[in-house]
């Protein structure tokens, strides 16, 4: 009998499990359909297009555009801006040349008068102001020991001047370059409360333009009455609206017919006036030719003539003194020396003479020093000039975060405004309902809360 209860107990145990699993599922398929009939069934369903406009805030009003016509005349080719500083240019060239041809035509014997007397040669003199090359001069000149152990002397000092030059100028860089990132960090620290104001500015800036606007649509909405709610269901019936296409058309239709007439009678002009114009350049160039080639012809005639006459007589041009400037026709050699290298130069010559070891060793030390101290100013005013641009631009920064704010709520008005004018357009045409409007005034609040330009930014 106990084996009987229990074998029983046995077989109604997987009968509640399978029923427990049953139901779950059950409860599954049903979330399943409520979730599809939701989220899936209901997207589904059609929109009017008046659902779809004002949900995607797709305004009725279109910016103002111009007459047709006055696009066209503006796009045509305009022939006066174009042709005319052409016709001007070419003109005024064959012009001139014309003139100028003229003018040498009847002044070219006057003008050959003044070059028959040749200018008198002069001497080349070669200046040599740098010291190496001046040692490599008397090293070519006259390669004797001392002068090659004078030339290696200023090439040697050439390079440790150099070197010395270039650690002074990497010390100055190094030494700019610390202080400039400083600076930079200072100011980057700074101008996190400049921005912080900027970007604290810009959520003002919106939360105020959401009450505002929320006020104006909870004023519209608390004034609608029953009546008027009505006259929004219904007035749609009630609209009436002319139109004047045909007359706009036939009066487009004239004036096209007189622009065209128009447009004929100034290409006829311009090719009349084209053809004239080609004609004047072609004989101002045939006049222009013919006045170089007789002038030229009147040249060579008086220049012939005056070689058999002689043209000594009337000389005003004699030869510079030898003196001053060398013999004429030959290279002489001079050389100008000014750095503490030359006296190098003259020491290692001749290194008895105390005078110019003193005085080579004075001008070094004086250059030296004068060198160090002329670039570490440049350094201290490099730094004090880029701590003070600094300065400047964190107070411009600080000048500019309400210009900032007042951008981005430009901005942000020139976005919202057209958005407001719809939404009174369709408050005042009586054709929308009451819960139309208000979808309508939703996105436009949603339209500011996250629409650009954004605060981020």
Not at 89 to 112: E, N, P, R, Y
Not at 145 to 171: E, H, M, Q, R, Y
Not at 400 to 420: G, T
Request: positive net charge; charged residues 25%; contains cysteine.
């Amino acid at each position: 009998m106990l084996n009987t209860v229990a074998m029983k107990k046995q077989a109604v145990a997987p009968k509640k499990n399978v029923q427990k699993r049953e139901d779950k599922q059950e409860i599954n398929k049903t979330l399943e359909g409520v979730l599809i009939n939701n989220h899936v069934k209901n997207d589904t369903k059609t929109m009017s297009i008046d659902q779809i406009c004002d949900s995607l805030m797709i305004t009725q009003t279109s910016p103002v555009i111009k007459n047709n016509q006055d696009d066209n005349k503006k796009k045509t080719f305009d022939y006066k801006k174009a042709i005319l500083p052409l016709v001007v240019g070419v003109g005024t060239a064959f012009g001139g040349a014309a003139v100028i041809s003229l003018v040498l035509k009847k002044s070219s014997k006057a003008i050959l008068k003044n070059y028959c007397e040749q200018l008198p040669p002069i001497a080349h003199n070669m200046n040599i102001p740098e010291e190496p090359h001046l040692a490599v001069y008397e090293m070519i000149r006259n390669p004797n020991p001392k002068n090659i152990i004078a030339a290696g002397a200023v090439f040697l000092f050439s390079a440790l001047t150099l070197s010395a030059k270039s650690f002074v100028d990497g010390v100055k860089e190094i030494w700019i370059k610390k202080r400039e990132a400083d600076i930079e960090r200072d100011l980057q620290e700074n101008l996190i409360t400049v921005e912080a104001s900027a970007f604290s500015g810009k959520l003002q800036s919106v939360n105020s333009m959401l009450k505002e606007n929320a006020d104006y649509f909870k004023k519209v909405f608390n004034e609608l009455t029953p009546e008027q709610k009505a006259k929004n269901l219904f007035g749609s019936y009630f609209g009436f609206k002319g139109s004047s296409n045909n007359v706009k058309k036939d009066n487009q239709s004239t004036n096209l017919n007189e622009d065209v007439k128009k447009d004929n009678k100034k290409k006829a002009y311009l090719a009349l006036g084209g053809a004239l114009f080609l004609a004047s350049c072609a004989l101002l160039g045939k006049f222009t030719f013919s006045n170089m080639r007789k002038a030229c012809q009147e040249m060579d005639d008086f220049a012939k003539n005056t070689v058999k006459e002689g043209i000594k007589e009337g000389k005003i041009f004699s030869d510079a003194s030898s003196g001053l400037s060398g013999d004429a026709g030959l290279i002489s050699f001079y050389s100008y020396l000014n750095e503490p290298r030359g006296h190098l130069y003259n020491w290692v010559l001749n290194p008895t003479n105390k005078f110019l070891k003193n005085i080579f060793v004075s001008f070094s030390a004086v250059s030296a020093v004068g060198y160090v101290f002329k670039q570490g100013m440049d350094a201290f005013k490099t730094v004090n000039v880029a701590r003070e641009n600094s300065k400047t631009e964190l107070d411009l920064k600080k000048r500019l975060v309400e210009v900032e704010i007042e951008n981005f709520k430009a901005k942000k008005n020139s976005a919202i405004q057209p958005l407001r004018d719809e939404f009174d357009r369709k408050l005042n045409s009586k054709q929308k309902t009451s819960e139309e409007l208000r979808d309508f005034a939703e996105n436009i609040l949603c339209e500011i809360k996250n629409g650009p330009p954004y605060v981020y930014s």
